[in-house]
DNA sequence: GTGATGACAACCC
DNA sequence: AGGGTTGCCATCA
């Protein structure tokens, strides 16, 4: 049986505007540790058009995709306009990782 | 079953 | 900072 991305979606669209999370936490978060890869293989295959998927970057705040890419640069300018100020090519974490709060860990228990 | 692939991550020079 | 290695794991050919 293959997993079920309905969690990574759901959790994935709870990161707030002006915040990001890494492939790793995106995967802890949904209570599959250890499957970060495979997160990614979600993002490219569903249709995210409707979730913040530009919120998903590398845990040392790289963006995954080819360097210069269209989508690279798509995911790096909606960054920007959410007030995201980029460091060279990177993400500064320590200041923009999202940190789940308790009302958003309560809600992650609903479902 | 097996080997290759990749929007990962943690190390180690 | 930059580059290489290793571990990881679901998919797919």
């Not at 994935?12 to 499957?35: E, F, H, I, R, T």
């Not at 979600?42 to 705040?61: C, E, F, I, N």
Request: with cysteine; proline share 5%; hydrophobic share 45%.
């Amino acid at each position: 049986m293959s997993l079920n991305a309905q969690p990574v979606l759901t959790i994935l669209a709870l990161v707030p505007c002006g915040k990001v999370v890494s492939y790793g936490q995106l995967a802890d978060l949904a209570g599959l540790p250890g499957k970060a890869r495979w997160v990614g293989q979600v993002l490219q295959r569903q249709d995210t058009t409707q979730l913040p998927w530009h919120r998903v970057v590398a845990s040392d705040g790289r963006l995954s995709l080819a360097k210069g890419s269209e989508g690279w640069q798509e995911q790096r300018q909606r960054l920007q306009a959410e007030g995201i100020i980029l460091r060279g090519d990177r993400v500064p974490m320590a200041q923009y990782r999202w940190q789940p709060d308790l009302a958003a860990l309560l809600m992650l228990m609903e479902y």
